[in-house]
């Protein structure tokens, strides 16, 4: 792995930066061919937008893209993460007004999922830890990840491969890793991230290209019964792609043509 | 400030360290007295009641003990943080089973708080951030602390010394770095930690040591109005000692006898 610390290689940040002593910062993961990254126009909109949520300082577009192609030098497909955080800091919670910011992008060689996942479907599961509502931090991928980290180590069997989170009030919000969406009468379903969840990119690229598809998109308060009738499910995130949900306990679901023409979309795009 | 990563000196840390990642892992900050922490027992008995929770590691008590002694070697009085994370991982939620955490203590010289807060006492505002509910990490003094963050940024004036904090269902919590006790008809009462909330080491000690005075302690859900109508109110932590406050907005409070009976008593607490 190549580690890039504000554009200088090497593997270590402060003890005392903020990202470690308070989780103060945001990150994205991404995929990269040939030193550049799928999805880009998606990918920098969400990091500008958790930035402003955060008043972190957002950093130069083409720098980041520099430093993203020098990561993954050498790397046909490569798996990135930008991770920018409010920098080392005195103690307290409150932001210094001098703080300079930590930008670490990081890349290694894409080891990635196994492409029968998205061909076949995936077997999920429901977690039993329900997510906390949190409007002034909801959308945002954070480095408050503790939740995600619990949900995750609920399960331990590798035929499961992502697990369902529902938030305290009982309102499915995503999966560990991934955003949800339902398909029904032509119309893609995914939950409201107004109180907890994270608004990944490749959710955003659904908005924005399942119309094309002449499929309409709406965010929405979805339940399991609501699952219960779709005629579809996916998991999604920019490494996995789309995931047809086909198992969750005693529920399956086909995999209609309208996502593998998604997917097929999903596939060429830049 | 020196700074020891899993006892050898030094001041950086992997940048693939799940406490940066995710926020993995738990912190205290303490006072060290030549070398040797004020009311370890409370201490490390938080410390290791969050790793429990946490499913991390503690590490050996003297290892600890002896590495906080040589952090704060010359100083007399100095401020020390212990931080423990899960360690440097791969890419994802799940915990890793080989994961080697990492242990970073810290201290630099007392800088602490005027000592005329804890006499005069404090004023404090009411946030506006509400603390979200998440029972399977409240109490714990872990990384993902974004929500104080948040909250410690609402204000600036130097002459608010702090801000109270509310649930999304309008109880009160805490302060954003302090716990909080109002004192009524020989009563301590302070807000239930099973849904929000930092469980403070100085809280426990609390616990501990009303009884002496003829206090009782217990904890309830507590509301704004609760406090209109109790005889005092204060804050306390690790390094603050406990900080009546004698101003809310609109609200006046005394700082009765006892209250300084209980300073008393703390101050000469090891």
Known sequence: MTVLIDGVPGEQVSALDRGLAYGDGVYRTLELVAGRPRLWRWQWQRLADDCVRLCLPLPDECLVLAELEQAAAGLERAVAKIVLTRGAGR?????PADAVPTR????????????????????VRLCELRLGLQPRLAGIKHLNRLENVLARSEWSDPAIHEGLLLDSEGYLVEGTMSNLFQLRGGELVTPLLDRSGVAG?????????????????????????????????FLCNSLIGLWPVVRLDGRTWQIPEILRALAARLAVAS
């Open 91 to 95: 103690r307290g919670y409150a932001m």
């Open 104 to 123: 670490i992008v990081s890349a290694n060689a894409w080891a990635g999922y196994p492409t029968e996942l998205a061909e076949q479907g995936v077997t």
């Open 201 to 233: 990119a490749l959710r955003a690229w659904v908005f924005d290209n399942a119309p094309a598809l002449g499929l309409v998109v709406r965010e929405a308060r979805l339940t399991l019964d609501d699952l219960d009738s779709a005629e579809a499910v």
